[in-house]
């Protein structure tokens, strides 16, 4: 079997390469629409975690410089435009996007792959480590937890479909 049909390409952009930027700005505009159309459904933006699946494709993708603009630019664009997330929320959903981006760009800069083990690691490491960020932050277990109790159908959004954005979508 021929490797370079089932293996999509994944790149590393630089901030150098006016590339990383548009390629970022086309995932944030993904991180704008996803969460509009999340939201139109009751809990949907809690339950789906919307704001967070462009961020680890492009990470996953374009290398963690993109994933980091896509991570800082996506929550500070909705809540310029929408008032969401609230201005209360937005530190902890900027820590937690960051992680993410982290997690995500360094895991597939070290195995040179995307498959859905490596996405359940990234998605557990990225949301623990921003469990305990946003209690640090806010003082609240509860609301700290709230993506466990209720984002779990957004963690599979983010794994099942970003494998598929990666390994069938955006192959080239």
Same mark, same amino acid.
């Given at each position: ?57 492009? $990470?996953?993708?374009? !290398? +963690? ?6 991570? =800082?630019?996506? %929550? /500070?664009?909705? #809540? ?20 993410? $981006?982290?997690?995500? !760009? +360094? ?6 792959? =995307?498959?859905? %083990? /490596?996405?359940? #690691? ?37 794994? /099942? ?12």
């Amino acid at each position: 079997m021929n490797s370079s049909a089932t293996t999509p390409k994944l790149y590393a952009l630089s901030y150098g390469e006016a590339r990383t930027y548009l390629t970022a700005a086309l995932f944030v505009a993904g991180n704008v629409v996803l969460p509009r159309l999340c939201h139109a459904l009751p809990q949907g933006g809690p339950t789906w975690l919307p704001i967070y699946f462009f961020t680890l494709v492009s $990470a996953c993708k374009y !290398g +963690w410089r993109t994933g980091l603009l896509t991570a =800082v630019a996506s %929550p /500070l664009a909705n #809540a310029a435009l929408f008032g969401m997330p609230a201005a209360a929320l937005l530190p902890a959903i900027l820590l937690k996007s960051t992680l993410l $981006a982290a997690a995500a !760009g +360094w895991a597939v800069a070290r195995f040179r792959r =995307v498959s859905l %083990p /490596l996405l359940v #690691a990234v998605v557990a490491v990225y949301q623990t480590l921003g469990t305990l960020g946003e209690w640090a932050l806010s003082g609240d277990l509860r609301l700290a937890l709230q993506d466990f109790r209720i984002g779990l159908p957004g963690m599979a959004l983010q794994i /099942l479909g970003g494998w598929l954005f990666v390994n069938r979508l955006l192959r080239k």
